[in-house]
């Protein structure tokens, strides 16, 4: 029994660690509804670089969470959407965020840094 509860253990800390990475939840977020180019993803997740972007949309794919697609030109474009992983992501996301909006928004959780809206 130790053992399985190592592996859950190990397997939800890499789950968190890659979803909880700085502007990961908000470009998860954003390609929530379906495919985006890279300057709509820019756009809608403003604030961040575009080298942060690009290292994080990377890092999302190695992992198996969005996928990138190269479009046909002329021009040639990219695109990103969730991968069926990702998609998957979207009850754990709704419940986070329930959680933010009860305990963070309203300051009852002590240590959580609440970021300026931008």
């Given at each position: 029994m130790e053992d399985l509860d190592e592996r859950l253990c190990d397997s939800f800390q890499s789950a968190v660690e890659?979803?909880?990475?700085?502007?990961?939840g908000a470009i998860i977020a954003v390609l929530r509804p379906g495919p985006l180019?890279?300057?709509?993803?820019?756009?809608?997740?403003?604030?961040?670089?575009?080298r942060l972007l690009s290292e994080r949309l990377r890092e999302l794919e190695l992992a198996g969470i969005v996928i990138r697609r190269v479009l046909p030109g002329p021009p040639v474009g990219v695109e990103y959407e969730l991968s069926e992983a990702g998609r998957d992501l979207e009850?754990?996301?709704?419940?986070?965020?329930?959680?933010a909006r009860r305990w963070v928004e309203t300051?009852?959780?002590?240590?959580?840094?609440?970021?300026?809206?931008?």
């Open positions: 890659l979803i909880g990475k700085r502007w990961t180019r890279y300057t709509q993803i820019t756009q809608a997740v403003r604030g961040v670089s575009e009850e754990a996301l709704d419940a986070l965020s329930a959680w300051g009852q959780v002590a240590g959580v840094p609440r970021r300026a809206r931008v």
